[in-house]
């Protein structure tokens, strides 16, 4: 498609595009965007994206409509979305979240680069195929494993890992919180400070982890939560400050 | 292995009680910052936040700024530098410090454990004061001990408790006062059987006092200054 997508879906189950087949190819060579019309409260698209894939080469908007509450507008569950345009794109959500809007699996493939220019959340795997991708606010929450063979390309300011199993790249530049089980796959150097979230936990899992600035680890009542170095091998190295806390209100909180 | 080369903080959660926020059974820490490094942890106990090993490698200095508990290794490698104020303590459950050719200026390091010395210590510094704690003990096992200061040692009704000297090797040198007593409410307290052989070298003061309700004691000492 050579022009500009626009989406817009109602209280109506089921409209809006519809991927679902593992065959549905889709390319959108202009600017898209995805939105919910004014007074539709119960507008959601969760099941409209399940499968095949869905390549975007312009900007990329999640916009709403008026008195429609925080909707799953572009939700996908299953669609892999590619970002392959040739000028550097944007991301932009008006209302992204792990229930609301989001990628599954997310490809970027564009050596001019691609800018989340809000908070988004790729519940799958993101992977970096060319081109930097950084961010001028908010944070990226990635659900899986975070690609980049290469390493040194992600830069975006504020990463979260969600996930349980969590690969990173070798390096990367940005400041990295884990809120999962995060059972560490690879070691990693790290631009920026990382912290551990309350009720997630970083494993280390044998692997050398380093990190330029701050370490934060808050624990609370659940179990097995916070920094976890159980083998002989694990290493961690900060080279700012080491913070070790509990979240308010959880006093059988313990490391 | 955890490397830290900034300050170094437990702090906690508001109404969360006191709970061990940091508390490695296992994991080493080093500190190994080139410019000054705190420690401080709001909730230290040995049943709270704690050390484990932790090796100071720091030669500009590791300050620690609050009450410290090792359950094993503390050691400071060649150049290093540890600081502790009067304002708190140092507690040693199993493991002597290895001080080495690092600069120990502690002011109160407290034993809470069975603690076997496995190698010579020198506690330079005219701050250094040892204490073993009451229920504690310190075996020398044939090795030298010197304290920079002042040496304190609490007995109580536990058997075999305070310092243990019963190798022929057995050396204790205190540059301060030396000052032996009992836990009060404890009348069978008794060190018999605690110097048998080895030497203490007393070179300030040597006192032998008791605790409040606990009656006159044995304590015997082969002492030669």
Not at chain 1, 36 to 55: C, E, P, R
Not at chain 2, 25 to 42: A, C, E, P
Not at chain 2, 81 to 105: C, E, H, K, W
Request: glycine share 10%.
């Amino acid at each position: 498609m050579g022009g500009d997508l626009l989406v817009t879906i109602a209280d109506n189950v089921g409209d809006g595009l519809i991927m679902t087949d593992p065959s549905d190819n889709v390319t959108i060579e202009g600017d898209a965007t995805f939105s919910h019309s004014n007074n539709n409260d119960q507008a959601t698209s969760v099941g409209n994206f399940t499968d095949g894939l869905l390549k975007f080469r312009g900007q990329f908007t999640q916009t709403n409509g008026t008195n429609s509450g925080t909707r799953p507008i572009f939700a996908s569950t299953g669609t892999r979305v590619v970002f392959d345009g040739t000028n550097n794109q944007n991301i932009h959500f008006s209302d992204s979240g792990p229930s609301f809007s989001r990628f599954q699996n997310l490809d970027i493939d564009n050596s001019a680069g691609v800018t989340f220019t809000t908070s988004a959340v790729a519940s799958g795997t993101l992977t970096i195929l060319n081109g930097t991708v950084t961010s001028t606010t908010g944070t990226v929450t990635i659900g899986d494993d975070l690609v980049d063979a290469v390493g040194g390309r992600w830069q975006a300011l504020n990463t979260t890992f969600s996930g349980a199993s969590v690969s990173l790249p070798a390096t990367l530049t940005t400041n990295t919180t884990f809120t999962g089980v995060g059972l560490l796959e690879n070691g990693f150097d790290l631009t920026g400070d990382l912290s551990v979230a309350a009720s997630g936990n970083m494993a280390v899992n044998s692997h050398t982890v380093s990190a330029s600035g701050d370490l934060g680890v808050t624990i609370s009542d659940a179990v097995g939560d916070g920094l976890i170095m159980t083998n002989a091998s694990d290493e961690v190295i900060i080279h700012g400050n080491a913070t070790f806390t509990h979240a308010s209100n959880n006093d059988q909180a313990t490391s | 292995m955890l490397r830290v080369r900034g300050h170094f903080t437990q702090t906690n959660g508001t109404n969360s009680g006191t709970r061990p926020i940091f508390t490695s059974t296992g994991t080493k820490v080093i500190l190994d910052g080139s410019g000054i490094q705190n420690v401080n942890f709001l909730d230290p106990g040995a049943d709270f936040s704690r050390f484990h090993d932790l090796d100071v490698n720091n030669t500009s200095g590791v300050t620690f700024n609050s009450d410290m508990y090792f359950t094993g290794q503390l050691t400071l490698s060649a150049n290093a530098v540890l600081n502790q104020s009067d304002d708190f303590d140092l507690f040693i459950t199993s493991r002597m410090p290895i001080v080495a050719a690092g600069t120990y200026n502690v002011f109160f390091t407290r034993l809470i454990g069975e603690i076997t010395m496995t190698a010579d210590l020198v506690m330079a510094q005219n701050n250094n004061n040892l204490f073993v704690q009451p229920f504690h003990k310190l075996v020398i096992d044939g090795h030298s001990l010197s304290v920079g200061s002042d040496l304190h040692v609490t007995i109580t009704n536990t058997v075999g408790d305070g310092l243990i000297m019963t190798n022929a090797a057995d050396e204790v040198v205190v540059n301060g006062d030396v000052v032996f007593t009992h836990g009060t409410d404890h009348d069978q307290a008794t060190s018999l059987g605690n110097y048998t052989d080895g030497v203490i070298r007393a070179r300030g003061d040597f006192i032998q006092t008791h605790g409040a309700n606990s009656n006159p004691r044995d304590y015997r000492y082969a002492v030669r200054s």
